[in-house]
């Protein structure tokens, strides 16, 4: 059974920093993209970030610049690299994993507040 489990999520200011990590209970090699999917209250989960297979990465024009998502395939393990946080980016984080066939696959979720 996959999991995919959340950290690093916490109450911050704006303009500070966080790292969520994601780790995969199997070899993230056999997903072919994991990102990461934020849901903020009243609104609907929207993609962040997304690395596929190959290394491709994808973001969201909102995070463009500002987040980087990258990948441990020895730990089994994808990041999320938050810098110059903004109350607007306040949401429960999800980690996601694809496969060719299954999925798609979710954490628990990690919440990240941004406030002064």
């Not at 997304?50 to 973001?59: A, C, Q």
Request: net charge positive; charged share 20%; proline share 3%.
């Amino acid at each position: 059974q996959v999991q995919l489990v959340e950290s690093g999520g916490g109450l911050v200011q704006p303009g500070e920093s966080l790292r969520l990590s994601c780790a995969a209970s199997e070899k993230i090699v056999t997903y072919t993209a994991m990102g990461w999917y934020r849901q903020a209250p009243g609104k609907q989960r929207e993609e962040v970030a997304v690395i596929t297979l190959s290394g491709s990465r994808n973001y969201a024009d909102s995070v463009e610049g500002r987040f980087t998502i990258s990948r441990d395939i020895f730990k089994n393990t994808v990041y999320l690299q938050m810098n110059s946080l903004k109350p607007e980016d306040t949401a429960v984080y999800y980690c996601n994993a694809k496969k060719v066939q299954g999925g798609p696959y979710w954490g628990q979720g990690t919440q990240v507040t941004i406030s002064s």
